[in-house]
């Protein structure tokens, strides 16, 4: 009996990926020790996120850095830090914006449920560009560079950005225009690593703010991301994250690589991002997870998923109706497996192969993004022995035979 089944919640096999509704990933053996070793301190907060700052500035590129929990909580704390920069004032009133610039200008294509994060802060989102421009329902147009520009108020606090391949407009040239225009772009780049480069590429192009989860392809803790960017930008966010209740200001000296108290006139009362603290615990096993994030690690992780995989793919070979084959590239990520099922031929529809498979014990969740196209997909990340890919290809076999 596992710790979950000892409280009543069965455990499942996800081959889902990172998802954030299944757990997240699944961290490793060091992870965990760093974490439980830290569990037995106490520590300063922000002398621990100082000392993140130059683990994260070292990996990123970026000035500096925090983790926060999570990458939602970290688009909410981006948010902040562009509308009040080092303003207490701002920071105490917010999410009231009045008077105040609060407008976040992003392209239509990039904006999501996702982005109730930005709006948490207390911002209001201004979609650039128009939905379509053809008869074909639901479809939504690239925008361009230039219908961003035009949505630049005197009321914007910045522009924000939600990168995937192929991506419109380019983010450099949201980069020159947003600067040109002395405002600061945040990228949510939540499930964007890996690829490794794209811990560093987004602040290379000129980012002022980028957030990256830790709880995916990292595989740290499921409640940690990573806030880097600006120096100035993320020292206004871990201010606004930080419990400075109870401390007299004349008394307090925070880091001041990230938090100059010279520029503060008195100090913020438990801020917007308060509701999202970070533990000591989290903090140390995402750097200990991205300390290990390595170009050898990762390429021995993939080898050795893509081995598992084989086990799964011999099991779906000659399978009338069905289709699969092993993307050992992934742009960048770990290896994943595309399932064509032709349902006529198949006797058996993606969507009703997946219902089987939950309704098993233990329950296989799969990606689900493209099962009305017939499409199963199958992610390596939270695969743990190859016993558990033989256990999902024999599942996956007997689903299509019945």
Not at 287 to 295: G, I, M, P, R
């Amino acid at each position: 009996m596992n710790i979950y089944e000892r409280y009543g919640v069965k455990s499942v096999i996800n081959v889902a990926g990172a998802m954030t509704r299944y757990g997240g990933t699944i961290v490793g053996q060091k992870v965990l020790d760093a974490m439980e070793e830290a569990a037995h301190y106490s520590v300063p907060m922000d002398s621990l996120q100082a000392a993140a700052s130059t683990v994260i500035a070292k990996r990123t590129h970026a000035e500096a850095g925090i983790v926060t929990c999570g990458a939602s909580h970290a688009l909410t704390l981006a948010t902040a830090a562009c509308l009040c920069q080092w303003d207490v004032a701002r920071m105490n009133r917010l999410p009231h914006t009045e008077g105040i610039p609060h407008e976040v200008v992003m392209p239509m294509r990039h904006i999501s449920g996702y982005d109730h994060a930005i709006l948490a802060a207390g911002a209001r989102i201004v979609p650039a560009g128009v939905f379509n421009d053809t008869p074909e329902p639901f479809t939504v147009r690239p925008t361009d560079a230039s219908e961003v520009a035009s949505c630049i108020s005197e009321h914007t606090a910045a522009i924000a950005y939600a990168p995937v391949p192929g991506s419109h407009p380019p983010l450099q040239q949201i980069v020159d225009m947003a600067h040109a225009h002395g405002l600061p772009v945040i990228v949510d780049a939540a499930a964007g690593v890996p690829p490794l480069a794209n811990l560093h590429q987004f602040i290379d192009m000129g980012a002022d703010l980028v957030a990256i989860s830790g709880g995916k392809g990292i595989r740290g803790p499921q409640s940690s991301a990573i806030l880097c960017g600006r120096r100035d930008l993320i020292g206004s966010a871990l201010l606004q994250m930080l419990d400075l209740a109870g401390e007299r200001f004349d008394d307090w000296n925070p880091p001041s690589e990230l938090i100059p108290k010279e520029k503060l006139r008195g100090k913020p009362l438990h801020g917007i991002g308060r509701s999202g603290k970070v533990t000591k615990e989290a903090i140390i096993g995402l750097l200990v997870a991205l300390e290990s994030f390595s170009e050898e690690e990762f390429a021995v992780l993939c080898d050795t998923r893509a081995e598992w995989m084989q086990v799964i793919l011999k099991r779906l070979t000659g399978l009338r109706g069905v289709r699969a084959k092993l993307d050992n590239d992934a742009d960048g990520y770990y290896p994943m497996i595309e399932v064509s099922i032709d349902a006529a031929a198949a006797g058996v529809s993606a969507l009703e192969v997946t219902r089987r498979l939950r309704q098993q014990e233990p329950s296989i969740y799969f990606e689900e993004s493209a099962l009305e196209q017939g499409i199963l997909y199958i992610d390596s990340l939270n695969l743990q022995d190859q016993e558990t890919a033989e256990l999902v290809g024999r599942r996956l076999r007997d689903a299509f035979a019945e």
